[in-house]
């Protein structure tokens, strides 16, 4: 079986390091065991590596620790996903201030990706994003993709 292209945003890499939220840091790391053996595909993108490099520097470091465990592939955000992430703005989907949520969606797109992971639901894991990624991508001829929070995908107990 096809292994998952699963886009890793940077809230599901952020959360390895989380302690204020144990719940979530735990269930981010249950998924990173199963990307560390290889179970899926990642891809992040330059804007992840963006808004890590804009952690201090310790949380930085610690993040790009866990990177440099897993095999990724990392996607520009090209002038194609430009136009995407605009069209997600001009449809309503999400506002110009969400830009970089855009850019994300934008990259995982245009890098064939099933599925997002992301722990944002305010912007990125809720049904109205969701259809409109899936217009979007029917719109423009694009694979259809999921977005799903890391705890969908580590399955049950």
Excluded at 11 to 26: G, K
Excluded at 30 to 48: A, C, M, N, Y
Excluded at 90 to 106: F, M, P, S
Excluded at 128 to 153: H, Q
Aim: aromatic share 6%.
């Amino acid at each position: 079986m096809k292994k998952l292209r699963i886009y890793l945003d940077t809230s599901v890499i952020s959360h390895l390091d989380q302690q204020d939220a144990p719940e979530r840091m735990a269930e981010t790391h249950r998924l990173w065991s199963k990307v560390k053996s290889g179970e899926f595909d990642i891809v992040i993108s330059d804007v992840v590596l963006g808004e890590i490099n804009r952690c201090e520097e310790c949380k930085r470091n610690t993040l790009y620790g866990y990177l440099a465990e897993i095999t990724y592939a990392t996607v520009a955000v090209d002038e194609r996903a430009l136009e995407i992430a605009s069209r997600i703005i001009d449809l309503g989907v999400l506002r110009q201030k969400n830009l970089n949520d855009c850019r994300h969606i934008a990259a995982a797109i245009i890098s064939g990706c099933d599925i997002i992971a992301s722990w944002n639901f305010r912007h990125m894991v809720n049904h109205n994003t969701i259809m409109g990624v899936k217009a979007i991508t029917a719109l423009e001829g694009y694979k259809d993709m999921l977005i799903y929070a890391p705890s969908s995908l580590i399955g049950g107990e």
